[in-house]
């Protein structure tokens, strides 16, 4: 059995015509497969017991041999501020993963993890303190979001591959949840609803715009230029910007959704009149939003993010320029849920059940 099979045997990672194999396997009509299906991706059931018109007979079967595999909520913390609330997941093989509900006026976005921790080494980042544990299955990302809605009650509209772990860097895993996440026979989030986060694999891009999908794609930029790009972000020194580029204006050519590059701005390291320059050159003519992400307070490392009026001026800079600039709005950031906050780590709580 191959790593990737390991990965992706929970009930949740079968997509439909993978769930009417294994029911049909069993001898049963594939329309026990849809009425599973359904349950599982639509009425987002927790447990074989809820799948009423499913035989007790079929169920025991199919529990025996897959698990569901849905990640187990273990702790919940909600913003003071803004009502964000941050979620603790444990797998069932114990690892935990982080994901953030976040409540805006045109909808729900879910912001989720796709790997237990991350090897990518950005340096302002608490994701990667502890390296890359392993991938998560399609299931347990979609997991998180089923788990998320049944908490809250409420539909999610939005969803956002920007939590622990590169999604690259977990393609073919990404690439089953992104088509089950969008399927008619699921919740059938929109494509242009669903935003992938790269720190720039380019053939992680190249392989994604062979896909056809209609989701946007951000890229986590944070510099202008390799040099200081480079001390920000390890995985510079693979894949050079200029590189990048040619990567996210190929990717563009086919999917033709407006690009965004995130920009964490550090108080007098990438926030400067020169950098501002450099990044407007760099995106001259293209297609693309600027998200300026003031860097969010880590224990660990020791960068202070830029002042209100240094992010404004910044801003200005690049608007002078024709580039479209939005500046992040900061949710959950008391609990430790805004960008780059998110870990693979258990609370106390976990650690003496």
Same mark, same amino acid.
């Given at each position: ?6 990965? $992706? ?16 396997? !069993? ?14 991706? &639509?009425?987002?059931? @927790? ?41 603790? /997941? ?20 879910? #912001? ?6 991350? %090897?990518?080494?950005?340096? /302002? #980042?608490?994701?990667?303190? !502890?390296?890359?544990? &392993? ?17 809250? @009650? ?9 939590? $622990? ?11 089953? *949840? ?13 494509? %242009? ?5 790269? #720190? @720039? ?6 392989? !994604? ?19 200081? %790009?480079?001390? !920000? ?6 894949? %050079? ?19 965004? /590059? ?25 297609? #693309? ?24 001026? *910044? ?10 600039? $939005? ?9 430790? @849920? ?8 258990? $609370? ?6």
């Amino acid at each position: 059995m191959t790593e990737e099979r390991k990965e $992706t045997e929970d009930l949740l990672s079968m997509d439909l015509p993978a769930l009417k194999a294994a029911v049909g396997a !069993l001898g049963e009509k594939s329309y026990r497969a849809e009425q599973i299906y359904g349950w599982l991706h &639509r009425k987002l059931a @927790g447990s074989w017991d809820e799948m009423t018109n499913v035989p007790a007979a079929l169920r025991e079967k199919m529990a025996a041999r897959w698990p569901i595999g849905a990640p187990e909520q273990r702790a919940l913390q909600i913003s003071k501020i803004d009502g964000t609330r941050k979620y603790l /997941f444990r797998m069932r093989d114990g690892n935990y993963v982080e994901s953030v509900w976040m409540s805006y006026h045109h909808g729900n976005s879910v #912001c989720i993890s796709s790997q237990v921790g991350c %090897r990518m080494g950005c340096t /302002f #980042c608490a994701s990667t303190l !502890l390296g890359l544990t &392993r991938n998560l299955t399609p299931g347990e990302m979609l997991g998180q979001i089923y788990a998320i809605s049944r908490d809250t @009650g409420e539909r999610v509209s939005n969803v956002v591959v920007m939590g $622990t772990g590169e999604p690259l860097d977990n393609y073919e895993n990404l690439v089953r *949840f992104l088509r089950m996440l969008s399927d008619e026979n699921g919740l059938h989030i929109s494509e %242009r609803n669903i935003t992938v986060s790269t #720190c @720039g694999l380019v053939p992680g891009i190249r392989r !994604l715009a062979g896909e056809k999908l209609m989701i946007n794609l951000a890229l986590s930029l944070h510099a202008p230029d390799d040099v200081l %790009r480079q001390r !920000l972000m390890p995985v510079a020194r693979a894949y %050079r910007i200029p590189e990048i580029m040619d990567a996210l204006r190929d990717y563009y050519r086919v999917n033709r959704r407006r690009l965004t /590059f995130e920009y964490s701005l550090i108080r007098g390291v990438n926030d400067t009149d020169e950098c501002a320059e450099k990044l407007a050159a760099l995106l001259k003519g293209m297609n #693309c939003l600027v998200n300026l992400i003031p860097v969010n307070p880590v224990t660990e490392r020791g960068y202070r993010e830029t002042r209100r009026e240094g992010v404004l001026a *910044f801003k200005k800079k690049l608007e002078n320029h024709g580039i479209h600039v $939005t500046i992040r709005r900061e949710m959950g950031r008391d609990i430790d @849920g805004a960008c780059g906050q998110l870990r693979k780590r258990c $609370t106390e709580m976990d650690q003496k059940a």
